[in-house]
Structure formats: C-alpha cells, structure tokens
C-alpha cells in the first residue's frame, strides 16, 4: 500500500539545504581528504606546467582552473550533500511504499 505524504512533512524528512550530519559525512575518512588533497595538488602542477609550456600566454584561461583545481578537496564535500538535497528536493510529490 502506499502512503502519500504530504509536502510539509516531506520538507520535515528532507531539509532544503544540507545539513551538518550530511557534511561530516561527506568529509568521508582521513583516506577521501588525502585523496582529495592529491588531487588538489596534482591539479596545481599541471596548471603550473601548462603555464610554463604556453608561456603565460593563456593566464585568464589556466588560473580559474588552477584556482578550482587547488581548493578540489575543500570544496567538493560541501557540493555532494548540496547537490543531494537539491535532488531530493525538487521532487513534485512524494510517496512512501509499505509492502506487506
């Protein structure tokens, strides 16, 4: 049988914006931020190298991606639980199965 929920208790099961649980969770372990680290950092060598090779002749292009490259391990836990519950979110209705 399946129970429909009603929009205001849906928005009480799933929150609008992440919530603090939903971020510590997707700092994962010590393992994902050095993971996340080495990408930043092999992110930033390869911008510096490419810098070097083009002879900064493509600063504009190369420093946005060099910038997003380097900060990868900051930023990418707060976007997973912010893309989650946008995805949730946008769902018009909801429903709640109960198989017997």
């Not at 510096?48 to 090779?53: A, S, Y």
Request: proline share 7%; aromatic share 14%.
């Amino acid at each position: 049988m399946l129970i429909p929920l009603t929009r205001k208790k849906f928005e009480e099961l799933v929150p609008v914006v992440a919530t603090g649980d939903q971020y510590k969770f997707c700092w994962g372990k010590p393992s994902d931020v050095l993971r996340r680290v080495l990408i930043s950092i092999a992110a930033v060598v390869v911008g510096v190298i490419i810098h070097f090779l083009l002879e900064g002749g493509f600063d504009l292009i190369i420093f946005p991606i060099g910038f997003a490259g380097g900060f990868y391990w900051l930023w990418v836990p707060f976007t997973w639980p912010v893309n989650a519950t946008g995805n949730c979110v946008v769902i018009p209705t909801a429903v709640s199965g109960k198989g017997k």
